[in-house]
């Protein structure tokens, strides 16, 4: 999926180091949520949304760039089906992405109201905002490139950067402990798709780097290699 270039992203300095809970969370395997009925997202991604807005328009590197419609699709409409059809199908199918093409964040109903209706709050709640978050931040991402491993750089860098963009807004007071946040990064995908878009710890470091909560220095696509090669 095309994505539009954007300017340079400012890394916030780690403020806290991980904690004994996030580090043993952070290396775990990930564990699947048990079976729950689908429930409605909608009033989390409105409330996520104005976090997330609100953290856009403060950060000098965001704030002349226009914040993204985010929009939650009609059930059965893919993320990908409405923005690129014609583009061979993404395994594993994307919840949440940036459309360059309308300029929108789209959200999967049906995948999001799944995941939603299997979390206890306030695990549900990071969940939506995981999703927003990193979506937002491919807008930040330059153009795709194509090779080996290139999309699963491009699903770290996101993670990271959307750490940042969480950081930076009043959503990351809602989550002051980040365990939520974790949790979310971690189960964003099943296990059998890691070689596409990074293990649960990968990503779930990713994810903190981005909050600055780890040693790594930035989210460019040379940290995230480094992160990839171990």
């Known amino acids: 999926m095309p994505a539009m270039a954007g300017p340079p992203f400012r890394y916030r300095p780690a403020a806290l180091p991980l904690q004994g809970a996030l580090l043993v969370l ?15 997202p909608s009033a989390a991604v409105i ?19 226009p914040f993204p419609t985010v929009r939650l ?3 059965d ?24 093409t309308s300029g929108e964040v789209l959200l999967d109903r049906d995948l999001l109201a799944d995941a939603y209706g299997q979390a206890k709050p306030p695990q549900g709640r990071a969940l939506v905002t995981y999703w927003i978050a990193t979506a937002l931040a491919e807008r930040l991402l330059p153009a795709p490139t194509d090779g080996a491993g290139s999309d699963l750089l491009r699903i770290l860098q996101a993670t990271c950067r959307g750490g940042v963009v969480l950081g930076a807004s009043p959503a990351r007071q809602t989550f002051p402990d980040a365990t939520p946040l974790l949790i ?17 710890s990968q990503r779930g470091y990713a994810f903190l780097t981005g909050l600055g909560a780890t040693g790594t220095s930035s989210c460019d696509a040379a940290e995230m290699a480094a992160l990839v090669k171990g």
């Open 26 to 40: 952070l290396l775990a395997p990930a564990s699947g949520a048990a079976p729950a009925s689908a429930a409605d």
């Open 184 to 200: 979310a990064a971690r189960s964003a995908y099943g296990d059998r798709y890691a070689a596409a878009v990074g293990s649960a």
């Open 73 to 75: 699709l009609p059930r």
């Open 77 to 100: 409409a893919s993320v990908q089906g409405t923005c690129n059809p014609k583009a061979p199908a993404r395994v594993p199918a994307p919840t949440a992405a940036y459309c360059a």
């Open 47 to 65: 409330a996520a949304t104005a976090e997330l807005r609100q953290g856009w328009s403060a950060d000098p590197t965001t704030a002349a760039l």
